[in-house]
C-alpha cells in the first residue's frame, strides 16, 4: 500500500485553482491517514475560508491524484477551514514574506511587462483589443493579468467570459480566472446594472487595492484596461505604475486620432513610455477582395508619427485591426476571437501585437543591478 510520504509526493501536483500553487507548497494539507488494512487513504484539506467556491474542485482533483498511486482503492478528503494565523501565515508567504500589501509591480526587481492600454475617447474597441491581446498572450505561454481600471465602463469580465466573483482572504484578494488569465474588475463588487459614482480619491484608492490587495502571483504580464481620455484613473496608473507603458488605440478616423493623440502626449507630463499605437476597426474585408475604409484611412499611423515627433523617441504602430464580425461576437459571448483558434486576419494580426509585446524585454530603469563600485 502507498505510504503517506507518497500521498504527499502526489499532492504536489494538485493545485489551488484560485492561486495556482500545490496546496501542499501553501500548507492546505493538514494530515494524511492510511489505512493500514484496507489502503484506503484520508486527506485532511484545510482551506482558506469557509464556503470556499472552489471546494468541490479541490476535492475532485485531490481525490484523481491520490487514487492514482498502486495500492490505493479509494481515498476520501475531508474539509476544514484555516485558522486565522494560518490565513496570515499564508498571505504572508504569498506577499514573498512581507506582512503588509505592497504594488509588486512597482518594486526595482519586477520582471512583469505592465501595459497599460488607453485611448483618446470611447467606442474604439479598447478593451476588445485588451480582452484579445490578453487571450492571446497566455495561449503564447505568458502568465497574464487583467485590471479592468476603466471603473465607469467595466465590460472585461464579460468580454474574458469571467462569471464568478473573487474570493477574499481577510485584506486579500484572489482574483477569478479566465482559463489561465487573473482578472480583477470593479464590476465584480456591484450590482449588475448599478452605476458607479465616484470621485478622483476613491477611483486612487480603488486601483491602489487592486494592485496590492490582489494576489497576483508571478506575472509575465499586466494588462490594464483604462477609462478614455486623460482623467484620474490613468494619473494615478503613472503614479502608481511608474513603469507602466502606454499602448494607445485609436480607429483610421482623423477625429479619433487627433483625440488618441492627446491620451498619448499624456506620457509626456508623467515620463511614461509609449510602447506603441494599435489601429482597430482598420477596413472591412469585401467578397471581392478590395476593402471599404468605413471610418477613412491614416489615423494610426497620423498618432505614431505625432507622438514620435512630440516625445522624441520611436512610436510604432504595432498593428491595423480589420472589421469582423466574430471579433464582435467573440467578446459579446465571452470567447476572445484569438482563443478560438481562428486564423482570420483580425486574429492573427492580434496575434502578432501579442507576440511582439510579450517578447520585449523590461527596461532597467529604477532596477537594481548586481554590480558594485571598484575602487
Known amino acids: 500500500m502507498a505510504t503517506e510520504q507518497e500521498v504527499r509526493t502526489a499532492l504536489g501536483s494538485v493545485l489551488d485553482p484560485e492561486i495556482r500553487r500545490p496546496i501542499t507548497e501553501l500548507d492546505m494539507v493538514r494530515s494524511i491517514e492510511v489505512d493500514a488494512g484496507t489502503g484506503v487513504v484520508t486527506v485532511l ?16 482533483d485531490v481525490r484523481a491524484a491520490v487514487e492514482k498511486l498502486d495500492g490505493v482503492p479509494s481515498c476520501t478528503v475531508e474539509m476544514t ?31 512583469t511587462r505592465v501595459y497599460a492600454v488607453a485611448s483618446g475617447k470611447g467606442g474604439v474597441g479598447k478593451s476588445s483589443v485588451t480582452a484579445n491581446l490578453a487571450a492571446a498572450m ?11 481600471a476603466d471603473v465607469y465602463g467595466f465590460s472585461i469580465p ?8 473573487p474570493t477574499k482572504v481577510d485584506d486579500m484578494i484572489l482574483p477569478p480566472l479566465s482559463g489561465e488569465i487573473k482578472v480583477i474588475s470593479i464590476g465584480m463588487f456591484t450590482q449588475p446594472g448599478k452605476a ?8 486612487h484608492r480603488a486601483l491602489q487595492q487592486f494592485l496590492a490587495d490582489v494576489f497576483w502571483g508571478d ?43 492627446r491620451a498619448g502626449s499624456m506620457a509626456q507630463a508623467t515620463n511614461q513610455r509609449i510602447a506603441g499605437v494599435i489601429e482597430n476597426m482598420s477596413w472591412l474585408d469585401q467578397p471581392d477582395g478590395t476593402r471599404l475604409d468605413l471610418f477613412g484611412s ?22 491595423q485591426v480589420p472589421i469582423e464580425v466574430a471579433l464582435r461576437e467573440g467578446s459579446d459571448n465571452g470567447a ?40
Do not use: H, N, Y
Open 196 to 203: 458607479v459614482v465616484w470621485r478622483g480619491p476613491m477611483l
Open 138 to 148: 497566455s495561449a503564447q505561454g505568458l502568465k497574464v493579468g487583467v485590471i479592468d
Open 336 to 375: 476572445p476571437l484569438v482563443g478560438t483558434g481562428s486564423q482570420s486576419p483580425a486574429a492573427q494580426v492580434l496575434r502578432d501585437v501579442a507576440s511582439t509585446l510579450g517578447q520585449r524585454s523590461r527596461g532597467l530603469a529604477g532596477r537594481k543591478l548586481a554590480i558594485s563600485p571598484v575602487g
Open 158 to 165: 464579460r468580454m474574458l467570459g469571467v462569471e464568478t466573483g
Open 219 to 261: 506575472l509575465d504580464v499586466l494588462l490594464l484596461d483604462l477609462p478614455p481620455g486623460t482623467g484620474d484613473i490613468a494619473i494615478s496608473v503613472a503614479q502608481l505604475l511608474p513603469g507602466a507603458e502606454l499602448l494607445v488605440v485609436t480607429t483610421p478616423q482623423l477625429a479619433a486620432a487627433e483625440v488618441a493623440e
Open 81 to 111: 477551514v484555516m485558522t486565522d494565523e494560518e490565513r496570515t501565515d499564508l498571505r504572508t508567504k504569498l506577499r514573498g514574506g512581507k506582512a503588509e500589501p505592497v504594488i509588486p509591480f512597482s518594486q526595482p526587481d519586477s520582471l
Open 298 to 319: 491614416g489615423g494610426g499611423a497620423k498618432v505614431a508619427q505625432r507622438l514620435t515627433e512630440v516625445l522624441g523617441t520611436d512610436v510604432p504602430l504595432l498593428g
Open 45 to 60: 484539506v484545510a482551506l482558506t475560508i469557509a464556503g470556499c467556491p472552489m471546494r468541490e474542485t479541490i476535492t475532485k
